[in-house]
């Protein structure tokens, strides 16, 4: 058994988000464990995706979330979950007027190989997303024209 407290887990914490890893904190050996709270205007995570093996659930603590989908938006309330399976192309964002805690889990633990888009102001369109990470920042930038598409940290 393993016992972690949320705000004291691996992470990071801005003005507008806070995320907490607690995988390694809960030693899961087969599920992804993570905490996300996001002010309101906010996505919940950087890109458009899909994962190609895990399949994620969302848990909505407090607020609402609203999933961009292939098959449009999909809103989920409190005390509501989602589930996405492997292929399913997603992004969640907090659409509402009060600050948004979810609780994300993956399985298997390793999430493999992801598809990542964002909108490119350059080309119009959602194009794929080429990350590079710094600590604590990534940046995205698109993978047709080069133009950066975005900065988180």
């Known amino acids: 058994m393993e016992h ?5 887990a691996t992470g990071f914490e801005t003005d507008s988000r806070q995320f907490r890893h607690l995988t390694s904190a809960l030693g899961t050996t087969d599920l992804a464990v993570n905490y996300f709270a996001v002010a309101p205007g906010e996505p919940v995570g950087y890109c458009y995706h899909r994962h190609h093996d895990q399949e994620e659930v969302f848990y909505v603590r407090s607020g609402t979330a609203t999933f ?3 098959r449009g938006d999909v809103v989920v309330d ?6 996405f399976a492997p292929g399913d192309w997603q992004q969640g964002w907090n659409r509402g007027d009060e600050r948004l805690v979810v609780l994300a889990l993956g399985a298997p633990r390793e999430e493999g190989e992801v598809d990542l888009r964002r909108d490119c102001p350059d080309c119009g369109e959602r ?4 990350p590079e990470h710094t600590e604590h920042v990534a940046v995205f930038t698109c993978g047709e ?3 950066e598409t975005g900065r988180f940290g």
């Open 68 to 70: 961009d989908t292939e």
């Open 4 to 8: 972690v407290v949320v705000s004291e």
């Open 145 to 147: 024209c080069g133009v």
């Open 127 to 130: 194009t794929e997303a080429v």
């Open 78 to 83: 409190t005390n509501e979950a989602i589930r």
